[in-house]
């Protein structure tokens, strides 16, 4: 197998060879750790995205897009331990097969899975129903993933974006409905198993001001938001999830997207595209004050979900935009922006994901296209690997020792 750097050469320059003495150094880059990446998910003809680790690390939920007579995209979840894949979620329920009989020529899709933390092991996802419109759909998947998903709202427009909290045998959802005609937040709490809700409460009203990506705090108690503003633009605000007024939490020039929570609820994550409106930076900044400071330039922003911070707070997880190989990375912002690079030996890397498994390591699940052993792009495809946190902080010891403390770019 090439190395990382290698293969590099051989991509860039079509040689392979190494570089001839008389080029130009390079700059060193970050300390590179070594991951064995396996590829868990691939279809024929498919592209295979956005991969979620349930917050135990027992399942892994994508999405399968089939782009043939007729567009379906479904989620599809297998088991991290036995490999095992199931089937589509909603093909085991009345609505799947409802779309599967008479609703095809308008395409079956259900995406935006979001795992509920705290709950017995669920997920809301938004699925078109078979009625010219999307409902929010749960999946309980505990324990063998054999009970159909069962919908949770009802309403002639969409309802999308859905995040969720759990207590117990109980849930919050939160999510973006067309059914004011803005674009705004509901919210609805419901028991485990209740498969219909009428009492969903309206969160947001602001005219024109549509809202997106909610992501809840830790704690269950409050919630991040995006809001596209009368600027054309997406600011960051917060608001109590008993209701109230939404608070902004900063306004940088250009767009604000895909905020997400540390564990401990004190630092808030997101991409931002302040320093140049074609490229995402990655930022960070304390939830109850302070300026948001740039860990990362340069970026791959996900195509849905939250910026990932490590499952133990220090760091965050993301993709360095660097054609053709787009290298995950992981950044330290405390030390100060100490970066290490995963050779998962996979290009155009995008999507990654990490939750603690219970031996103390990290499971790790991303979309990439081909590995660097045949180099050849195929459908997109889901990966995985076990990341010891340990090896991380080997790998950036002697980087950190050779370091300036130098302030963070803001």
Same mark, same amino acid.
């Given at each position: 197998?090439?190395?990382?750097?290698?293969?590099?050469?051989?991509?860039?320059?079509?040689?392979?060879?190494?570089?001839?003495?008389?080029?130009?150094?390079?700059p060193a880059g970050p300390p590179v750790v070594p991951v064995a990446a396996a590829r868990i998910a691939q279809v024929a003809?498919?592209?295979?995205?956005?991969?979620?680790?349930?917050?135990?690390?027992?399942?892994?939920?994508?999405?399968?897009?089939?782009?043939?007579?007729?567009?379906?995209?479904?989620?599809?979840?297998?088991?991290?331990?036995?490999?095992?894949?199931?089937? =589509?979620?909603?093909?085991?329920?009345?609505?799947?097969?409802?779309?599967?009989?008479?609703?095809?020529?308008?395409?079956?899709?259900?995406?935006?899975?979001?795992?509920?933390?705290?709950?017995?092991?669920?997920?809301?996802?938004?699925?078109?129903?078979?009625?010219?419109?999307?409902?929010?759909?749960?999946?309980? =998947?505990?324990?063998?993933?054999?009970?159909?998903?069962?919908?949770?709202?009802?309403?002639?427009?969409?309802?999308?974006?859905?995040?969720?909290?759990?207590?117990?045998?109980?849930?919050?959802?939160?999510?973006?409905?067309?059914?004011?005609?803005?674009?705004?937040?509901?919210?609805?709490?419901?028991?485990?198993?209740?498969?219909?809700?009428?009492?969903?409460?309206?969160?947001?009203?602001?005219?024109?001001?549509?809202?997106?990506?909610?992501?809840?705090? =830790?704690?269950?108690?409050?919630?991040?938001?995006?809001?596209?503003?009368?600027?054309?633009?997406?600011?960051?605000?917060?608001?109590?999830?008993?209701?109230?007024?939404?608070?902004?939490?900063?306004?940088?020039?250009?767009?604000?997207?895909?905020?997400?929570?540390?564990?401990?609820?004190?630092?808030?994550?997101?991409?931002?595209?302040?320093?140049?409106?074609?490229?995402?930076?990655?930022?960070?900044?304390?939830?109850?004050?302070?300026?948001?400071?740039?860990?990362?330039?340069?970026?791959?922003?996900?195509?849905?979900?939250?910026?990932?911070?490590?499952?133990?707070?220090?760091?965050?997880?993301?993709?360095?935009?660097?054609?053709?190989?787009? =290298?995950?990375?992981?950044?330290?912002?405390?030390?100060?922006?100490?970066?290490?690079?995963?050779?998962?030996?996979?290009?155009?890397?995008?999507?990654?994901?990490?939750?603690?498994?219970?031996?103390?390591?990290?499971?790790?699940?991303?979309?990439?296209?081909?590995?660097?052993?045949?180099?050849?792009?195929?459908?997109?495809?889901?990966?995985?690997?076990?990341?010891?946190?340990?090896?991380?902080?080997?790998?950036?010891?002697?980087?950190?020792?050779?370091?300036?403390?130098?302030?963070?770019?803001?």
């Amino acid at each position: 197998m090439k190395t990382l750097a290698g293969a590099l050469v051989v991509l860039a320059l079509g040689l392979g060879s190494a570089r001839t003495a008389c080029a130009a150094p390079t700059p060193a880059g970050p300390p590179v750790v070594p991951v064995a990446a396996a590829r868990i998910a691939q279809v024929a003809n498919a592209h295979c995205s956005n991969p979620r680790p349930s917050p135990d690390a027992r399942f892994v939920a994508y999405v399968v897009d089939e782009l043939k007579d007729v567009r379906r995209q479904m989620v599809y979840v297998r088991e991290t331990k036995t490999s095992r894949r199931l089937q =589509p979620v909603m093909e085991m329920s009345a609505v799947r097969r409802k779309l599967a009989s008479g609703g095809a020529a308008a395409g079956q899709v259900c995406h935006e899975l979001s795992w509920l933390p705290g709950t017995p092991v669920g997920a809301v996802m938004s699925c078109n129903n078979g009625e010219g419109n999307y409902d929010l759909f749960f999946l309980e =998947p505990s324990p063998n993933l054999d009970k159909p998903a069962y919908r949770i709202t009802r309403h002639e427009a969409n309802d999308f974006h859905p995040t969720g909290a759990g207590r117990g045998g109980s849930m919050a959802v939160i999510y973006v409905s067309g059914r004011s005609g803005d674009g705004d937040l509901y919210g609805l709490d419901l028991p485990v198993g209740a498969e219909l809700d009428d009492r969903a409460r309206r969160l947001t009203s602001v005219a024109e001001m549509p809202e997106l990506s909610p992501v809840f705090s =830790p704690a269950g108690d409050a919630f991040v938001f995006v809001r596209q503003t009368a600027r054309g633009e997406d600011d960051l605000y917060r608001m109590p999830l008993a209701g109230g007024e939404a608070t902004a939490l900063s306004r940088l020039p250009g767009s604000e997207l895909n905020p997400g929570f540390s564990r401990d609820g004190r630092q808030l994550a997101f991409y931002g595209n302040a320093r140049d409106r074609k490229q995402f930076d990655l930022y960070v900044r304390p939830i109850d004050g302070g300026e948001p400071v740039s860990v990362a330039a340069g970026t791959v922003r996900p195509e849905q979900g939250p910026a990932a911070f490590t499952p133990d707070g220090t760091g965050l997880v993301y993709v360095r935009h660097e054609d053709p190989l787009n =290298p995950i990375e992981i950044v330290y912002p405390g030390e100060p922006n100490l970066v290490v690079r995963l050779d998962t030996q996979t290009l155009q890397n995008k999507d990654p994901s990490l939750v603690a498994l219970p031996d103390g390591r990290w499971y790790l699940t991303f979309t990439a296209q081909a590995n660097l052993e045949d180099r050849q792009k195929r459908w997109d495809q889901i990966y995985a690997a076990t990341v010891d946190p340990a090896a991380l902080r080997a790998a950036a010891a002697p980087a950190a020792s050779g370091r300036k403390k130098t302030p963070a770019r803001k």
